[in-house]
């Protein structure tokens, strides 16, 4: 399957975001998590073994919805209990979400140009009373 440049340009921007984060999560894990480090290595690993799979864009269709999902999942579990407990309100932590945000936004820019226009929108014979 051919992909569209600017879903090219999408996809490895993602690759590196995906690696930068992985790498940061088990760093946070190692030197700040204290007692959830296990958690924050799995993160980390969930986040370098996706960088593998888009970068091989195995299964694009199911792995950049699902990544974008993770993130915005990991973002919203973030921000709720960091802002609820205090836990987590640290410089690398501020930088990791930041990160995730970012990735949230381009896998959502990538989901959108590797898609067939024609796929996107309602196909008229389908159309109800128009």
Known sequence: MQMPKGSAMFRWSAVVL??????LDIYYGNFYAGF???LWYAMGTIYVFT???IAANFEPRFAQPAVFGYAIFLF??????AFATGVGLDTVAYLDKA??????VNMALLIRSSRSPSLL??????????
């Open 18 to 23: 995906l690696f930068i984060t992985g790498l």
């Open 36 to 38: 959830y480090e296990n």
């Open 51 to 53: 960088a593998a799979v």
């Open 76 to 81: 919203v579990l973030w921000a709720t209990t």
């Open 99 to 104: 990160i995730e945000a970012l990735l949230a």
């Open 121 to 130: 929108r309602l196909d008229s014979r389908f159309s109800f009373g128009t």
